[in-house]
């Protein structure tokens, strides 16, 4: 089964990091890219590049801005393949960003 695990930080967090720490975080990322359950992953640019998009009464309304306004924000994504929940948590706990305080919400595909 594939699962979307959507990566959130505070902003800036990267910034915060040394720069050995950075480096770290970025080789044991592409590290992952090794393991064969690991698809597409991709890191977004800071959620204030984000323009939010809605339709009301068929007229297109844009936003300057993520959706929420919330302390984290989405900062990456990566797809993966699993046999099942606890397999793609573990994938997820393997994410450089998780151990430098990042959450991952762990999300199953809808199967087309």
Sequence with gaps: MQYALLIYAEPGFQEALSDAEREK?????????DDA???????????????????????RLTTDGPFADTKEVL??????EAADLEEALELAARLPAVRLGAVVEVRPLVRR
Excluded at 38 to 59: F, H, S
Aim: hydrophobic share 45%; proline share 3%; charged share 15%.
């Design 37 to 59: 359950r690991y698809g597409v992953g991709a890191q977004l640019q800071p959620a204030e590049t984000a323009t939010t998009v809605r339709v009301i009464d068929g007229r």
């Design 25 to 33: 975080a970025y080789a044991e990322h592409f590290a992952l890219a």
């Design 75 to 80: 900062g990456g994504i990566c797809l993966v």
